[in-house]
């Protein structure tokens, strides 16, 4: 289990690094449209092949909200942030979707924090409000702050998404959900594309094919499948916790691929969060 965790944080932090091949040349909802519409005939082709029993009405609209929350409201949130921010700070912001489902788990499904899981929480905003107040301190522009906001509403967007497939996620086979929630995912991807940016993006280039087609194969077939294991087998806020790794190893990745570089308020920030969310991890062995 160890192994798939850790080769699941692989790859979802090298999700971040790849979403900078397409933005500079594509709308970002266009973009991640395009991702998971190829990915869904793909998934659907493996379910079909396996055999799966599709999920009953009674888990289709948690499926459903999987889709729509969890997937497409929360990448539409980082893929937009992405066009202004480094790859490595939209990561940490996405990763703070742990501290939602903590605090989800509470309201919702009604279920008891330890005080270790409370002292994580706290110290995770507290290191969001580092990060943001050093990024107001630092004179940042209007688009840089929004960013900040969108990646943050994403990762909100992704724990609901979590909280309401909670219930069912180990009465549906993996690839089912992921299928089904893919599917969902690129419906309203398409929409809001067509909605919020009418114009159609121009012919790819080469390197955006490439960016593509890693997003496609990689990141929604083996992450996302590797994604509903962790669901699967793990508590909702600790295999969601698993995203903290992410964070350091997309600013890796976006130095040593992109050349980029994270401020001084950015780093503290992040430690501070990334703290926070080992103690929440920790609490919810």
Do not use: H
């Not at 869904?40 to 999920?55: D, E, H, M, T």
């Not at 943050?152 to 996620?169: D, E, M």
């Amino acid at each position: 289990m160890a192994g798939l965790g850790l080769l699941f944080v692989a790859i979802w932090a090298s999700a971040f690094t790849a979403i900078k091949g397409v933005v500079p040349e594509w709308p970002a909802l266009w973009g991640l449209a395009a991702r998971f519409a190829l990915v869904a005939p793909i998934l659907l082709a493996v379910v079909a092949w396996r055999r799966a029993i599709w999920p009953g009405r009674a888990d289709a609209w948690r499926l459903a909200a999987m889709g729509v929350f969890g997937s497409a409201l929360y990448l539409a949130g980082a893929w937009k942030a992405s066009t202004v921010l480094p790859s490595g700070l939209v990561a940490l912001l996405s990763s703070t979707a742990p501290l939602f489902v903590a605090l989800g788990e509470v309201v919702v499904l009604r279920q008891r924090v330890p005080p270790l899981a409370w002292a994580g929480l706290g110290l995770g905003w507290l290191g969001v409000a580092v990060l943001g107040a050093g990024r107001g301190f630092g004179g940042v522009g209007a688009a840089e702050l929004w960013s900040i906001g969108l990646a943050l509403g994403g990762a909100l967007s992704q724990a609901a998404g979590i909280l309401a497939f909670a219930p069912a996620r180990r009465r549906i086979d993996p690839w089912t959900a992921n299928a089904a929630q893919t599917t969902m995912a690129a419906m309203t991807l398409l929409l809001l594309a067509g909605l919020a940016e009418p114009a159609l993006p121009p012919a790819p280039s080469p390197t955006l094919l490439l960016s593509l087609l890693y997003g496609v194969l990689v990141v929604g077939v083996g992450g996302y499948a590797l994604y509903f294991v962790m669901l699967e087998r793990l508590p909702p806020a600790t295999a969601a916790a698993l995203q903290l790794l992410a964070p350091p190893l997309a600013g890796v990745f976006g130095w040593a691929l992109l050349g980029e570089r994270l401020a001084p308020g950015d780093l503290a920030g992040g430690a501070v969060t990334l703290a926070g969310l080992a103690l929440l991890f920790r609490a919810r062995r």
